[in-house]
């Protein structure tokens, strides 16, 4: 028997028709990526729910990165910017309000595998490139 921890399964989101990739959360809900090649933003309904909110869809290969920025943080995001990173070695700004994605980056020659967003407003990305 496993020790009491205090942690249960809060709820469970359907949505990705595949597995997902990654998992950020802030204050507009939650947001995951999948090898789908979609980004999905998840609305709190209740205390156990979640509803889908949007479906975000622009990279050519699986979505394996994921942050976010609130409103303001980065400049021409003010209503914040979600940053996807992909198998296809892009990086995509997306529009909290409008779901648009505004910004694709392009840089990287293999999938981009992790993304953060610094204090600075500057966003940093990391790839298996050599």
């Known amino acids: 028997m496993e020790p009491e921890t205090g ?9 990705h028709e595949e597995d997902v990739r990654s998992v950020c959360v802030g204050e507009i809900g939650i947001v995951t ?38 409103p303001g943080f980065l400049v021409g995001f003010p209503n914040g910017a979600i940053i996807s990173g992909s198998f296809d070695g892009t990086l995509v700004m997306w529009d909290v ?3 648009a994605a505004v910004h694709t980056l392009k840089g990287h020659q293999y999938q ?19």
């Open 97 to 99: 309000g409008t779901a």
């Open 33 to 70: 990526s999948s090898r789908d090649t979609t980004v999905k933003i998840w609305a709190e309904e209740s205390a156990t729910a979640y509803s889908l909110l949007h479906t975000l869809t622009g990279h050519s290969k699986y979505v394996g990165a994921v942050a976010y920025a609130p």
């Open 112 to 130: 981009v595998t992790a993304i953060a967003v610094l204090p600075s407003g500057d966003v940093a990305s990391a790839s298996v490139d050599k």
């Open 7 to 15: 942690f249960k399964l809060r709820c469970e989101l359907h949505g």
